[in-house]
């Protein structure tokens, strides 16, 4: 990679065609969001692996035109000693969730976990002859309604996760 603060472009030994080609058989979510004016890439341009990245190596230049912004997104109320005056004045109860963070770091971890296994079963399905059955004790047949079932139970146990998310 190269480029300076302001600039970035990809180097020749990570050509986009040849990055996106490596990655063709990956998974990946990328959820892009922003706020507070300007545009991170014009609105006719597809979001490519290639617009991410120049997206994302903008972003440090974008935060110092107003940092103010950024720290007041990324630092806990608790840290915000002029919100926790105010607060302590207007008698607000400000909330804490740092009990419930490596719990929703777990939900996330097992989230991603069921995601890679649905991966494996659409695989299995498509191809069953690619597969053998393992020797474990709680193996999953290779059978089409074996298969399903699982799917069906993975699918459920992803949108537990997702109902307990939306309640914390």
């Not at 617009?51 to 190596?57: D, F, G």
């Not at 059955?133 to 699918?155: A, F, G, M, Q």
Request: with cysteine; hydrophobic share 35%.
């Amino acid at each position: 990679m190269s480029g300076s603060s302001n600039e970035f472009n990809l180097g020749e030994e990570f050509a986009s065609s040849a990055l996106e080609s490596a990655l063709r058989e990956t998974e990946t979510t990328i959820t892009v969001s922003w706020s507070g004016g300007g545009q991170i890439k014009p609105d006719e341009e597809e979001w490519t692996l290639e617009s991410l990245i120049r997206a994302a190596s903008g972003f440090p230049s974008r935060v110092l035109t107003c940092p103010q912004k950024t720290w007041a997104v990324l630092t806990p109320y608790t840290q915000n000693q002029s919100f926790v005056k105010w607060a302590a004045g207007s008698k607000i109860c400000v909330p804490t969730f740092s009990h419930i963070e490596q719990y929703t770091y777990n939900l996330l971890d097992s989230y991603m976990l069921y995601k890679r296994h649905l991966v494996l079963l659409q695989a299995a399905m498509g191809n069953p002859l690619a597969f053998r059955e393992s020797k474990c004790d709680n193996h999953i047949s290779l059978d089409v309604h074996s298969l399903v079932d699982t799917r069906k139970d993975i699918k459920y146990e992803m949108a537990k996760i997702v109902r307990i998310i939306d309640s914390l």
